[in-house]
C-alpha cells in the first residue's frame, strides 16, 4: 500500500477529496437549493415524483463515491503509518463518523425506495410520510457529520 501511494499520492488524496464534495455538498445542494426550489410545485404527485427522481440521480453520483472514499481512505490509513500514532485517534474517529454517514445514508437510500413503491401505488401522502424525515433529520445530520470528518481529514493533512 505504501508502494501504490508513494506512486500515486496525488490522485489518491485527489479521489478522496472530490468524493467527499460530491457526497457532503451533494447533500448540501439537495438540502439547501433543490429542497426549497422543490417547494414551488403545487401539484404533489408532480412534487413528490421530483423529489423521488432527484434523489435517485444523487444515489446514481454518490455511490461510486462513497465507495472511492473508502478505498481510498483504507490506503492513506495503511500507507501514512497512522497506527500507533497520536494522530491515529483522528483517524478512528474520522472513520466513526463516516460509518455513522453510510449507515444513514443506507437508511435514507432505503426509505427513498420505500416512498416510491408507494408512489408507484399512487399512495402519495404514505410517499410523503415516508420522505418528510429524509429533508427534515436524516441529510442535515449527514451534512453536519460529512463537516465533522472534512475537518478530521484537514486535521490529518496538515501534519
Partial sequence: METL?????????????????????????????IHYSMQDIE????????????????????????IILLLTAIIMI????????????????????????????IT???????AQKAFNEGKLPIAKEILTPIAQY???LNIVLGLIAIYFGITLRGF
Fill in 43 to 66: 401539484e404533489p404527485k408532480i412534487k413528490l415524483g421530483r423529489t423521488l427522481e432527484n434523489l435517485r440521480r444523487f444515489f446514481n453520483m454518490v455511490i461510486p463515491a462513497i
Fill in 108 to 114: 435514507i437510500y432505503i426509505k427513498r425506495n420505500k
Fill in 138 to 140: 436524516f441529510i442535515p
Fill in 5 to 33: 501511494f508513494n506512486s500515486f499520492s496525488g490522485i489518491i488524496v485527489f479521489l478522496h477529496v472530490i468524493s467527499a464534495v460530491i457526497w457532503v455538498g451533494g447533500m448540501i445542494a439537495i438540502r439547501f437549493a
Fill in 78 to 105: 495503511i500507507a501514512l503509518g497512522f497506527k500507533g500514532t497520536p494522530l491515529y485517534s483522528i483517524v478512528i474517529a474520522k472513520e466513526i463518523v463516516w460509518t455513522i454517514m453510510i449507515v444513514v445514508f
